[in-house]
């Protein structure tokens, strides 16, 4: 699978969990839900690390390797309390949350992407990125 493939795929299971952040909301305590839930992620990527050892594949390592592994962990973290508490607002309808939520993480990992990692940007991603944000303001104000 190419990175599209892979990204398609990621964003489809982003979707379900956000669905379940939404459901969960009020059936369990949300520390409990967090453990839960964090725990479980675990099993597809070890599974998986246990496979490629299977196979041959060295797991390699390096200090900054792991300590970014950590922060984005921590990071996880605090997606999976903050998505929480805000389902806990009954105000937090998911078709307008998400979207918010989404289209912020985009914004991020663009100026990311063009500050530190100096990727190009053109003519063509500014309209999109503009359209983006044209598009959120819309989804996030439909209900006023």
């Known amino acids: 699978m190419n990175w599209l493939s892979w990204a398609l795929t990621a964003a489809f299971f982003g979707g379900v969990v956000d669905i379940l952040f939404k459901l969960v909301n009020g059936k369990i305590n949300n520390s409990l839900s967090g453990v839960i839930i964090n725990a479980c992620s675990i099993i597809p990527v070890l599974a998986f690390a246990i496979y490629s050892k299977i196979n041959g594949q060295t797991l390699n390592s390096s200090k900054m390797g792991i300590i970014y592994s950590i922060l984005a962990g921590l990071a996880i973290g605090f997606i999976t ?23 912020t993480i985009i914004l991020m990992a663009i100026l990311f992407g063009i500050i ?22 819309l989804v996030s104000t439909s209900r006023t």
């Open 81 to 103: 309390l903050s998505s929480f508490k805000m389902f806990n607002d009954p105000n937090a309808d998911l078709s307008i949350a998400i979207p918010v939520m989404r289209v």
């Open 116 to 137: 530190f990692l100096r990727e190009s940007i053109s003519l063509k991603f500014i309209i999109g990125l503009i359209l983006s944000l044209i598009g959120l303001y």
